[in-house]
């Protein structure tokens, strides 16, 4: 027998007391009474009852150490070998990456067939058994006895995390726990393990046909890779839909292991939310569609707002990059602004600009300015910024410009006085502000070749990227969270999920600008906060092989105890004291 707490052994030593108070009886007093009568009577009756009274007084007190030995052995927590369970520690490993995720014949998913069984292991070890629990990636709750804690913590699997290989995180547990028993319930291949490692595969092999390597050629091509990761032949209906609606309907046949790739052409002239999928579903629906984004091809509508006819510079640029090109007055820009819409991109020429609204705005040594500089030299420029592409200003010479101060935006052109230029963001809108104008007055910026590009690099991220708050793509297992301001700080986002004829709304709250969606499955996802809305589209990151299972390795599973084995020791004290004190109560009071 082994002790886990042995100091509380040391209350053993009470024993001494209470045999030294069960025999201690005090000071006899002597007392004169006036005759013997009475005495002679109680005297004869102790007689006949003295045998059993002398037994009784050790009887009792046998019962009280035996108490005694009870309570201290129940705080020394033993451990008798034999009869009390194996606490060696376990590890529990849910492999959570995408095999799971695939449907069995019974209905259920292999996820939803590894938690039952990961659960039951649990609940059948003894209550002194450690368990840590995993998943792919990595630790979900540390070594503990606390069995409702950790049911829950299975039960919230998968979390938001991408997939490690399933070696790492056995290896990772191993680290942790060196003397552990690992199981491992998956549907991945695990490698190399140890003796106590016991690898539990969860389902049985499926076809899997999925769609791969998504991509958009040219401007309006949507196309991707039909595979079939299967031994047999399947057929298939490839379905292509746009914003909801089915657009083509074509028949596939894949052979055993075959790829096919599958393209087409959409009219994007207002943008696309495209959908290529395979139908009907298989038993992995997750890798059976690819979704894409696709920004409008028509050239934006660029309102030039002037004192006077428009700078002729300005003016023939923007007409030679085929921009619908409107020359608006300072008074006319509400009533222009209701007539053009709001995928307008609006140039301020050197005239101060109402408050901004949503929409693309490109302000022209005009806005809140800082101080003006004489022949400014520029010592550098943001070149990463979409706004430079291909644009250099290593010849630049400017007669006049101003410090850009206000908007809180990013400088795009610095000298050793301040920025000369800078762009801002937020969803739905977007600007770029330079303290200088474009005219030949102002210096020879216009006459320079990239002056075309630097414009039409501007016009492209105003009308439609830079007014973005989300990227135009992710994947299942990423977070996505804004990279743009919201407009409203403390709001809450609608989060609509489309795939295929189905959809699934969430709301998720805004804090502090950010909002943080977890993305659990494909499709197209569209954000709302307040009036504004955004589309994303989210792509599995792999396309598992559900016919590959690891094989089944190990030691075979603990059976679960029976429930008389896993009594905590303190409980079965505790009754055997309470029935040592009815005893004792019958043997005073019953007896006499």
Same mark, same amino acid.
């Given at each position: 027998?082994?002790?886990?707490?042995?100091?509380?052994?040391?209350?053993?030593?009470?024993?001494?007391?209470?045999?030294?108070?069960?025999?201690?009886?005090?000071?006899?007093?002597?007392?004169?009474?006036?005759?013997?009568?009475?005495?002679?009577?109680?005297?004869?009756?102790?007689?006949?009852?003295?045998?059993?009274?002398?037994?009784?007084?050790?009887?009792?007190?046998?019962?009280?150490?035996?108490?005694?030995?009870?309570?201290?052995?129940?705080?020394?927590?033993?451990?008798?070998?034999?009869?009390?369970?194996?606490?060696?520690?376990?590890?529990?490993?849910?492999?959570?990456?995408?095999?799971?995720?695939?449907?069995?014949?019974?209905?259920?998913?292999?996820?939803?067939?590894?938690?039952?069984?990961?659960?039951?292991?649990?609940?059948?070890?003894?209550?002194?058994?450690?368990?840590?629990?995993?998943?792919?990636?990595?630790?979900?709750?540390?070594?503990?006895?606390?069995?409702?804690?950790?049911?829950?913590?299975?039960?919230?699997?998968?979390?938001?995390?991408?997939?490690?290989?399933?070696?790492?995180?056995?290896?990772?547990?191993?680290?942790?726990?060196?003397?552990?028993?690992?199981?491992?319930?998956?549907?991945?291949?695990?490698?190399?393990?140890?003796?106590?490692?016991?690898?539990?595969?969860?389902?049985?092999?499926?076809?899997?046909?999925?769609?791969?390597?998504?991509?958009?050629?040219?401007?309006?091509?949507?196309?991707?890779?039909?595979?079939?990761?299967?031994?047999?032949?399947?057929?298939?209906?490839?379905?292509?839909?746009?914003?909801?609606?089915?657009?083509?309907?074509?028949?596939?046949?894949?052979?055993?292991?075959?790829?096919?790739?599958?393209?087409?052409?959409?009219?994007?002239?207002?943008?696309?939310?495209?959908?290529?999928?395979?139908?009907?579903?298989?038993?992995?629906?997750?890798?059976?569609?690819?979704?894409?984004?696709?920004?409008?091809?028509?050239?934006?509508?660029?309102?030039?707002?002037?004192?006077?006819?428009?700078?002729?510079?300005? *003016?023939?640029?923007?007409?030679?990059?085929?921009?619908?090109?409107?020359?608006?007055?300072?008074?006319?820009?509400?009533?222009?602004?209701?007539?053009?819409?709001?995928?307008?991109?609006?140039?301020?020429?050197?005239?101060?600009?109402?408050?901004?609204?949503?929409?693309?705005?490109?302000?022209?040594?005009?806005?809140?300015?800082?101080?003006?500089?004489?022949?400014?030299?520029?010592?550098?420029?943001?070149?990463?910024?979409?706004?430079?592409?291909?644009?250099?200003?290593?010849?630049?010479?400017?007669?006049?410009?101003?410090?850009?101060?206000?908007?809180?935006?990013?400088?795009?052109?610095?000298?050793?006085?301040?920025?000369?230029?800078?762009?801002?963001?937020?969803?739905?809108?977007?600007?770029?502000?330079?303290?200088?104008?474009?005219?030949?007055?102002?210096?020879?910026?216009?006459?320079?070749?990239?002056?075309?590009?630097?414009?039409?690099?501007?016009?492209?991220?105003?009308?439609?990227?830079?007014?973005?708050?989300?990227?135009?793509?992710?994947?299942?297992?990423?977070?996505?969270?804004?990279?743009?301001?919201?407009?409203?700080?403390?709001?809450?986002?609608?989060?609509?999920?489309?795939?295929?004829?189905?959809?699934?709304?969430?709301?998720?709250?805004?804090?502090?600008?950010?909002?943080?969606?977890?993305?659990?499955?494909?499709?197209?996802?569209?954000?709302?906060?307040?009036?504004?809305?955004? *589309?994303?589209?989210?792509?599995?990151?792999?396309?598992?092989?559900?016919?590959?299972?690891?094989?089944?390795?190990?030691?075979?599973?603990?059976?679960?105890?029976?429930?008389?084995?896993?009594?905590?020791?303190?409980?079965?004290?505790?009754?055997?004291?309470?029935?040592?004190?009815?005893?004792?109560?019958?043997?005073?009071?019953?007896?006499?």
């Amino acid at each position: 027998m082994t002790f886990g707490q042995p100091n509380a052994l040391w209350l053993l030593f009470l024993a001494l007391p209470i045999v030294a108070f069960h025999f201690y009886r005090g000071r006899i007093r002597r007392m004169h009474v006036p005759t013997l009568l009475f005495w002679d009577q109680i005297v004869v009756e102790d007689e006949r009852a003295s045998a059993f009274r002398r037994l009784r007084h050790y009887i009792t007190l046998a019962m009280s150490l035996a108490a005694l030995a009870l309570l201290a052995t129940a705080l020394a927590d033993p451990a008798v070998a034999g009869l009390t369970p194996d606490a060696t520690p376990v590890a529990i490993v849910v492999d959570t990456a995408p095999e799971l995720g695939a449907r069995e014949p019974d209905g259920r998913t292999r996820l939803e067939i590894a938690r039952e069984r990961a659960r039951g292991l649990a609940a059948g070890l003894g209550r002194r058994t450690l368990i840590s629990l995993y998943d792919a990636g990595g630790l979900v709750e540390p070594p503990t006895t606390d069995r409702e804690r950790l049911e829950q913590a299975i039960l919230r699997l998968p979390r938001e995390t991408p997939p490690r290989p399933v070696a790492l995180v056995v290896a990772s547990a191993r680290a942790s726990q060196p003397s552990a028993t690992i199981v491992v319930f998956g549907a991945r291949p695990v490698g190399a393990v140890d003796e106590r490692v016991r690898v539990v595969p969860v389902g049985t092999p499926r076809p899997n046909r999925a769609l791969r390597s998504p991509s958009l050629a040219g401007t309006s091509v949507v196309s991707a890779v039909a595979v079939n990761a299967s031994s047999e032949a399947v057929d298939a209906t490839l379905v292509v839909r746009n914003r909801g609606q089915v657009i083509v309907e074509e028949r596939l046949k894949l052979g055993p292991r075959e790829s096919q790739a599958v393209s087409r052409a959409l009219d994007v002239k207002e943008g696309a939310f495209a959908e290529l999928a395979l139908s009907p579903e298989d038993a992995y629906p997750a890798d059976d569609a690819v979704h894409f984004v696709v920004p409008s091809q028509t050239p934006p509508a660029v309102a030039v707002v002037s004192r006077g006819p428009p700078d002729p510079h300005l *003016w023939t640029a923007l007409r030679s990059l085929e921009a619908r090109t409107v020359a608006v007055a300072p008074d006319g820009v509400e009533a222009a602004r209701e007539r053009l819409g709001e995928s307008t991109v609006w140039v301020f020429d050197r005239v101060d600009p109402p408050p901004l609204f949503d929409g693309g705005f490109l302000l022209v040594g005009c806005g809140e300015l800082g101080a003006e500089l004489e022949n400014p030299r520029v010592a550098d420029w943001d070149r990463r910024h979409p706004v430079h592409a291909l644009v250099d200003y290593a010849d630049v010479v400017l007669r006049r410009a101003r410090v850009v101060t206000a908007r809180g935006g990013s400088p795009l052109v610095l000298t050793e006085r301040g920025p000369l230029a800078a762009a801002g963001r937020s969803m739905g809108r977007a600007w770029v502000q330079f303290g200088f104008g474009f005219g030949v007055s102002d210096g020879d910026f216009a006459l320079r070749p990239s002056f075309p590009v630097l414009l039409r690099n501007a016009l492209a991220w105003l009308a439609d990227e830079g007014r973005r708050a989300f990227p135009r793509e992710a994947r299942v297992g990423d977070v996505l969270v804004n990279r743009a301001l919201l407009p409203d700080r403390a709001a809450t986002a609608q989060v609509t999920t489309a795939t295929g004829g189905t959809s699934r709304t969430t709301t998720v709250p805004v804090e502090r600008g950010e909002v943080r969606i977890a993305l659990s499955q494909p499709g197209l996802v569209k954000i709302a906060v307040g009036a504004r809305t955004e *589309w994303v589209a989210v792509r599995m990151a792999e396309s598992p092989d559900l016919e590959t299972l690891p094989k089944e390795s190990g030691a075979p599973l603990p059976e679960a105890l029976p429930w008389w084995r896993d009594v905590p020791w303190p409980v079965v004290a505790g009754g055997l004291v309470l029935l040592i004190l009815v005893a004792e109560w019958w043997i005073y009071q019953v007896r006499g």
